[in-house]
């Protein structure tokens, strides 16, 4: 049981560059979600999808920030042409869907846009 | 303002000291739960308590959730100076289009001193 792995760990990009950062969930788990954190802040929500399905985006910029969780894989956050103003650490967690329960949390990765 | 506020913002007491966080939140809850972060780490799940309970015990941790007033608190006993971190309660709302979202607080920063 790896629980929820991340990656990469860490991640520099030029301004302009496109980021990715990869989920996979807890074995069992159908359900992720990504979350923000700046620095000194707590988490915002950002995305939840389910396989091949976006739940609830309402946390995501409309502009240069798309998700998916394709049937095979892991889910993918991609930033495009991202700027200073994108550095965080992002998280991403899992569960298996049902309400009772608590949420697994990757160790996130950490975004320096340079 | 968002949901899920803790206060203090920070807390810096001494070993064997118990340490008390709180957390107020704004709307219906299905459950709310309680975080901790390590500097630079992901979270981990603490507790989950649901709307209909009012207390909840895990080791050396006890949590009490008052749904008239819209807050919680988190109590860690004889603390150790490794519990030192950031805490943050997340609050999942009661049905609608935001199932699934959890939303957290800025968080407690917690010292213990040895």
């Known amino acids: 049981n790896a629980g929820v792995m991340q990656n990469p760990r860490h991640l520099v990009r030029r301004r302009g560059q496109e980021a990715r950062l990869r989920c996979s969930p807890m074995?069992?788990?159908?359900?992720v979600y990504w979350y923000r954190q700046l620095p000194e802040e707590g988490l915002k929500f950002m995305v939840y999808?389910?396989?091949?399905?976006?739940?609830?985006e309402s946390g995501m910029p409309k502009e240069r920030f798309s998700a998916e969780f394709p049937k095979e894989g892991p889910s993918i956050l991609r930033i495009q042409q991202v700027v200073r103003g994108d550095s965080a650490a992002y998280f991403c967690a899992s569960s298996t869907g049902a309400r009772g329960n608590g949420y697994t949390f990757g160790s996130g990765t950490r975004l320096t846009v340079v | 303002s968002q949901q899920g506020e803790e206060d203090p913002q920070a807390l810096s007491i001494q070993e064997g000291e118990n340490a008390t966080m709180n957390c107020s939140y704004k709307t219906s809850i299905n459950n709310l739960q309680w975080y901790r972060q390590n500097s630079g780490r992901g979270l981990v799940h603490l507790i989950l308590i649901r709307s209909n309970e009012r207390e909840k015990h895990s080791g050396r941790l006890r949590v009490t959730l008052d749904t008239s007033k819209k807050s919680s608190s988190l109590l860690i006993t004889a603390s150790r100076a490794a519990d030192t971190a950031s805490y943050f309660c997340?609050?999942?709302?009661?049905?609608?289009?935001?199932?699934?979202?959890?939303?957290f607080g800025q968080g407690t920063i917690l010292t213990v001193h040895p």
């Open positions: 997340a609050t999942l709302n009661a049905g609608g289009t935001s199932y699934g979202k959890l939303t």
């Open positions: 074995k069992g788990h159908s359900h």
């Open positions: 999808l389910q396989k091949e399905n976006i739940i609830d």
